[in-house]
């Protein structure tokens, strides 16, 4: 075969193989968007970590939808500014608190001013994260991701949960990720001080945040607050930049995997408000649908020692 010939037919195989790429991703983007229609006018809503990515992503859409929306978040210069472009896109009720999940007295601070504030809550997204960062310890000195993932927002919910309550039918959604299936509970080692490893102190917060998920469904059998956990994904956030080859960074965008934070805060958003899940409790989420459990979320056992662990860790009992 001439060359110029091979030369035409790699980039015509090249072309269709893009093609194919991009019409897969158009379907499933498309098979993955909340469908719901819900207005939010006179509903209250917190998002934790929502400046940026997914969290940003979250309280502009239930902002778009009526709802007032405190932006929970670390960073006060970013927030406020966050919630002014949210302000400029939607309504005018999106406020900034903030928000340290790295130090229970900042969590306390802000559930103080909640509860003294506003007069109800009806969604709590509890989405703030960190992701294979270096080993650090939290200002209580818990490993950073045990300590923001899961015990900040552990925290969080519990001291909220009478406003929940009061507030009720009213949601809990929990924004955890598929590698919990890879994690462990180590209760001799918790702060994982003994050995580290940044990707598995991710994925041991996570199955942490799924088995909190679960158990708070049982505390809350009784009452009108519902708890979902969604997995939202791979998506191009700064979380998933920095962990990540530089090459792959350019061609992510053509993978149907690779999700933007629009598309990934959609199950995030479906959980939060769609009708169709109003019965619904204590489940794990993703893509817009009800997925199944790993077994290790589903260990009871773990589950209760946990809740009370997390409980004497952060002051609870």
């Given at each position: 075969m001439?060359?110029?010939?091979?030369a035409?037919?790699?980039?015509?195989?090249?072309?269709?193989i893009v093609?194919?790429?991009?019409l897969?991703?158009c379907?499933i983007i498309?098979?993955?968007?909340?469908?719901?229609?819900?207005?939010?006018?006179?509903?209250?809503a917190?998002?934790?970590?929502?400046?940026?990515g997914?969290?940003?992503?979250?309280?502009?859409?239930l902002?778009?939808?009526?709802?007032k929306?405190?932006?929970?978040?670390?960073?006060?210069f970013k927030?406020k500014e966050?919630?002014?472009?949210?302000r400029?896109?939607?309504n005018?009720e999106v406020?900034?608190h903030?928000?340290?999940?790295a130090s229970?007295?900042?969590?306390q601070?802000?559930s103080?001013t909640?509860?003294e504030?506003?007069?109800?809550?009806d969604i709590?997204v509890?989405?703030?994260?960190?992701?294979?960062?270096p080993y650090?310890?939290?200002?209580?000195?818990f490993?950073?991701h045990m300590?923001v993932?899961?015990?900040?927002?552990?925290?969080?919910?519990?001291?909220?949960l009478?406003l929940?309550?009061?507030?009720?039918?009213?949601?809990?959604?929990?924004v955890?990720?598929?590698?919990?299936?890879?994690?462990?509970?180590?209760?001799?080692d918790?702060?994982?001080e003994?050995s580290?490893?940044?990707?598995?102190?991710?994925c041991n917060?996570?199955?942490?945040?799924?088995l909190?998920?679960?158990?708070?469904s049982?505390?809350l059998?009784?009452?009108?607050?519902?708890?979902y956990?969604v997995?939202?994904?791979?998506?191009?956030?700064?979380l998933?930049?920095?962990?990540v080859p530089?090459?792959?960074?350019y061609i992510?965008?053509?993978f149907?995997?690779?999700?933007?934070?629009?598309?990934g805060?959609?199950?995030i958003?479906n959980?939060?408000i769609?009708e169709q899940l109003?019965?619904e409790?204590g489940?794990y989420?993703?893509?817009c649908?009800r997925?199944?459990?790993?077994d290790?979320?589903?260990?009871?056992e773990v589950a209760?020692?946990?809740?009370?662990?997390?409980?004497?860790l952060?002051g609870?009992?």
């Open positions: 001439e060359p110029y010939l091979l035409i037919l790699i980039i015509i195989i090249i072309a269709l093609i194919c790429l991009c897969l991703r379907y498309r098979h993955r968007t909340c469908p719901s229609r819900a207005d939010l006018t006179g509903k209250i917190i998002v934790t970590g929502a400046n940026i997914l969290g940003k992503e979250t309280a502009l859409e902002s778009l939808r009526g709802a929306v405190i932006l929970a978040c670390r960073n006060e927030g966050c919630a002014a472009e949210i400029r896109q939607s005018q406020v900034f903030k928000l340290d999940l229970l007295k900042s969590v601070k802000f103080q909640i509860i504030q506003e007069p109800r809550i709590l509890n989405n703030a994260g960190v992701f294979r960062c650090m310890q939290t200002e209580d000195g490993e950073m300590g993932n899961y015990l900040g927002h552990f925290l969080l919910t519990n001291l909220l009478d929940l309550k009061k507030s009720s039918p009213s949601r809990v959604v929990c955890g990720s598929f590698l919990y299936a890879r994690g462990n509970i180590n209760f001799k918790f702060n994982s003994r580290y490893d940044r990707t598995l102190a991710y917060s996570k199955l942490a945040l799924s909190f998920c679960r158990e708070l049982k505390h059998r009784d009452t009108s607050v519902n708890v956990c997995n939202p994904g791979i998506v191009r956030t700064n998933l930049q920095h962990s530089v090459f792959i960074r992510q965008p053509l149907p995997m690779f999700l933007n934070a629009k598309e805060a959609q199950s958003i959980c939060a769609s109003a019965e409790t489940f989420y993703s893509g649908r997925k199944e459990w790993h290790k979320a589903l260990n009871e209760k020692r946990l809740w009370e662990f997390s409980e004497r952060t609870l009992s």
